[in-house]
T-cell receptor
Framework: AQRVTQPEKLLSVFKGAPVELKCNYS??????LFWYVQYSRQRLQLLLR??SRESIKGFTADLNKGETSFHLKKPFAQEEDSAMYYC????????????FGDGTTLTVKP | DGGITQSPKYLFRKEGQNVTLSCEQN?????MYWYRQDPGQGLRLIYY???????QKGDIAEGYSVSREKKESFPLTVTSAQKNPTAFYLC????????????FGPGTRLTVT
């Protein structure tokens, strides 16, 4: 079975402060991990994926297989980062089956 | 936006009635997905289809049915057997190229009374 846990439902930081959204997963094989974001009144969209190892909008995420984590980080939060963030997993077996976490609502205060 | 559409945006039904939610995509994607989104519970996978005329159950398929007769379309039927059908339903599509990036529709909010 595959499982994704986002322990924080709500996260609030001040503008300019560092932010970390936590994601832990459970999967026995080699997972593909992603962060999706949903801004107010917009569709859910891909933010970044671990295989590309890229930084999008200043966010990065490192896959830590030892700790089974894929935390999303940004050194200096901006007000426009306020949104709902979902961590998602695809397994290397049972291809096509995706699992999303419950989401974290990030609020960046001015 | 565009590429993947869902209709209608809001849907109201009486208890005991089946209802079909539409999902269409013009992205030439092979794979399509249906999720249910409830407050505090994130997205839960109902059904997914990797190719025309084939689909698999997700984590919460009971009370739902789908068809995939065309590449562009993946309608979801919420049957009277679904005990808690009131929810926000999201459709998504993706290429079958191991990128796994999903493109989401705007969603349909179904209310059953």
């Amino acid at each position: 079975a595959q499982r994704v846990t986002q322990p924080e439902k709500l996260l609030s930081v001040f503008k300019g402060a560092p932010v970390e959204l936590k994601c832990n997963y459970s999967y026995s094989g080699s997972p593909e991990l992603f962060w999706y974001v949903q801004y107010s009144r917009q569709r859910l969209q891909l933010l970044l994926r671990h295989i590309s190892r890229e930084s999008i909008k200043g966010f990065t995420a490192d896959l830590n297989k030892g700790e089974t984590s894929f935390h999303l980080k940004k050194p200096f939060a901006q007000e426009e980062d306020s949104a709902m963030y979902y961590c998602a997993l695809w397994g290397d077996t049972n291809a096509g089956k995706s699992t999303f976490g419950d989401g974290t609502t990030l609020t960046v205060k001015p | 936006d565009g590429g993947i559409t869902q209709s209608p945006k809001y849907l109201f039904r009486k208890e005991g009635q089946n209802v079909t939610l539409s999902c269409e995509q013009n992205l030439n994607h092979d794979a399509m997905y249906w999720y249910r989104q409830d407050p505090g519970q994130g997205l839960r996978l109902i059904y997914y289809s990797q190719i025309v005329n084939d689909f698999q159950k997700g984590d919460i398929a009971e009370g739902y049915s789908v068809s995939r007769e065309k590449k562009e379309s993946f309608p979801l039927t919420v049957t009277s057997a679904q005990k808690n059908p009131t929810a926000f339903y999201l459709c998504a599509s993706s290429k079958q190229d191991n990128s796994y990036e999903q493109y989401f529709g705007p969603g349909t909010r179904l209310t059953v009374t």
